[in-house]
């Protein structure tokens, strides 16, 4: 039964290093346990077969997962292949300091709230925000004040 995890510690020159599981359990590998070792560093997201040694719990058949599969918005780790759709829309936003956590819309509902810019009263500005949905169904909101829109689209267009 196949794990994920990550590497936690790497010592190349002695050719191991540890490997934190889903559990938060340490486990040793060895780099010819390492499908491509080439890929090995601290902090890379790994795929692996649970094991034990004599020294304690270890993992074979280890695969380092591209960087590539994963981009980061916003302190959020997203695995590419998790997303189903992304939208970039605009949206007016009043400065009357809404309490965002508790307004929850869909992608449909703001499609059809979003006015031209001419309505809008001078108090409102329109921010640029990016909606991805994932394969679950969970639906992730980044405005331009967080992220740089253009250059993630970008990532996510790979």
């Given at each position: 039964m196949a794990m994920n995890g990550t590497i936690t510690t790497w010592f190349e020159d002695k050719g191991f290093g540890f490997i934190k599981d889903e559990n938060g359990d340490n486990r040793y590998f060895h780099v010819v346990k390492v499908a491509n070792p080439?890929?090995?560093?601290?902090?890379?997201?790994?795929?692996?077969?649970?094991?034990?040694?004599?020294?304690?719990?270890?993992?074979y058949a280890v695969?380092?997962?591209?960087?590539?599969?994963?981009?980061?918005?916003?302190?959020?780790?997203i695995k590419l292949t998790a997303i189903k759709s992304f939208v970039v829309y605009s949206e007016e936003e009043a400065n009357t300091g809404i309490d965002k956590d508790n307004v929850v819309l869909?992608?449909?509902?703001?499609?059809?709230s979003i006015r031209p810019k001419s309505d809008a009263p001078a108090e409102t500005r329109t921010l640029k925000k990016l909606a991805i949905t994932t394969q679950h169904?969970?639906?992730?909101?980044?405005?331009?004040?967080?992220?740089?829109?253009?250059?993630?689209?970008?990532?996510?267009?790979?």
């Open positions: 080439d890929l090995i560093k601290k902090n890379a997201a790994v795929t692996f077969e649970p094991t034990t040694n004599n020294k304690g719990l270890s993992a695969k380092v997962v591209p960087e590539s599969k994963y981009i980061f918005i916003a302190g959020e780790r869909s992608v449909g509902i703001l499609m059809n169904g969970t639906t992730l909101i980044f405005s331009e004040d967080e992220i740089d829109i253009d250059e993630t689209v970008k990532m996510l267009k790979v």
